[in-house]
C-alpha cells in the first residue's frame, strides 16, 4: 500500500507568480484535502475534493484552487503569490462512502512554498 | 464556533520526567480527536487517535491520551520523557459533519538532558 507523496518537496517563487502543488492520494482513497501551514502555526483546512468536485472549503481566497483526477490525486494551484503565502503545503488523502464513521486522513510529507 | 485550544505554547521539561500536554476543543457533539507530532521540516506523525470506546487511548512512542467529556480536553501524556520526543506536538478534531480538521496552534516541547 502507497502512502501520500506530494511534489515537488521545496519550491521557491516571486511574489505575482503562480505555483502548482502535486498530491497522490494513498491507494484506495478517493478524497483529498489541502491545508496550509505557516511558521509556527498548526494546519490550516484550505479545501477538500471528492469525485473531482470541490467539497468544502476553509477560508481561503479564490485565488487558491485546485483539481482532482479521475485517479483521485490532486493539485493545489495558487495565483497571484503573496509573501504569506510561504508555508509548508499539506496534502491528507481519506476514504469517503468506506462504511465508517469517520473518514480519517493520511498525511502526505508537505512541499515547502517559499515566496520572495 | 468550532475551535481546538492548546494553551501552552512552549514547554520545557528535563530527559525521564513526565509529560502533559493540553488540548481543549469547543462543540456540541464528540468529536474525534487526534494527537500528532512535527519535527522540524517534517510532515505530520499520528501518535493516537480516539473514535469511541475506552476514553485512555494508548499510542505509539510510549504515549497516551485521555479524553474527558465532561472538560472537553484531549490531553496527551507521556510517564518519561526521551530527548527524541522534542518536537512540536499538534492536537486536531474532526467532526463527522465537516469535511476538515481543526488544528490547534500546536505546542513546542523542549527536553533538558
Known amino acids: 500500500e502507497t502512502g501520500v507523496t506530494q511534489s515537488p518537496t521545496h519550491l521557491i517563487k516571486t511574489r505575482g507568480q503562480q505555483v502548482t502543488l502535486r498530491c497522490s492520494s494513498q491507494s484506495g482513497h478517493n478524497t483529498v484535502s489541502w491545508y496550509q501551514q505557516a511558521l509556527g502555526q498548526g494546519p490550516q483546512f484550505i479545501f477538500q475534493y471528492y469525485r473531482e468536485e470541490e467539497n468544502g472549503r476553509g477560508n481561503f481566497p479564490p485565488r487558491f484552487s485546485g483539481l482532482q483526477f479521475p485517479n483521485y490525486s490532486s493539485e493545489l494551484n495558487v495565483n497571484a503569490l503573496e509573501l504569506d503565502d510561504s508555508a509548508l503545503y499539506l496534502c491528507?488523502?481519506?476514504?469517503?462512502?468506506?462504511?465508517?464513521?469517520?473518514?480519517?486522513?493520511?498525511f502526505g510529507p508537505g512541499t515547502r512554498l517559499t515566496v520572495l | 464556533a468550532q475551535s481546538v485550544t492548546q494553551p501552552d505554547i512552549h514547554i520545557t521539561v528535563s530527559e525521564g520526567a513526565s509529560l502533559e500536554l493540553r488540548c481543549n476543543y469547543s462543540y456540541g457533539a464528540t468529536p474525534y480527536l487526534f494527537w500528532y507530532v512535527q519535527s522540524p521540516g517534517q510532515g505530520l506523525q499520528l501518535l493516537l487517535k480516539?473514535?469511541?470506546?475506552?476514553?485512555l487511548v494508548q499510542g505509539i512512542k510510549g504515549f497516551e491520551a485521555e479524553f474527558k467529556r465532561s472538560q472537553s480536553s484531549f490531553n496527551l501524556r507521556k510517564p518519561s520523557v526521551h530527548w527524541s520526543d522534542a518536537a512540536e506536538y499538534f492536537c486536531?478534531?474532526?467532526?463527522?459533519?465537516?469535511?476538515?480538521?481543526?488544528f490547534g496552534a500546536g505546542t513546542r516541547l523542549t527536553v533538558k538532558p
Open positions: 486536531a478534531v474532526g467532526w463527522r459533519a465537516n469535511n476538515d480538521m481543526r
Open positions: 480516539y473514535f469511541s470506546g475506552d476514553t
Open positions: 491528507a488523502s481519506s476514504l469517503a462512502g468506506g462504511g465508517s464513521s469517520y473518514n480519517e486522513q493520511f
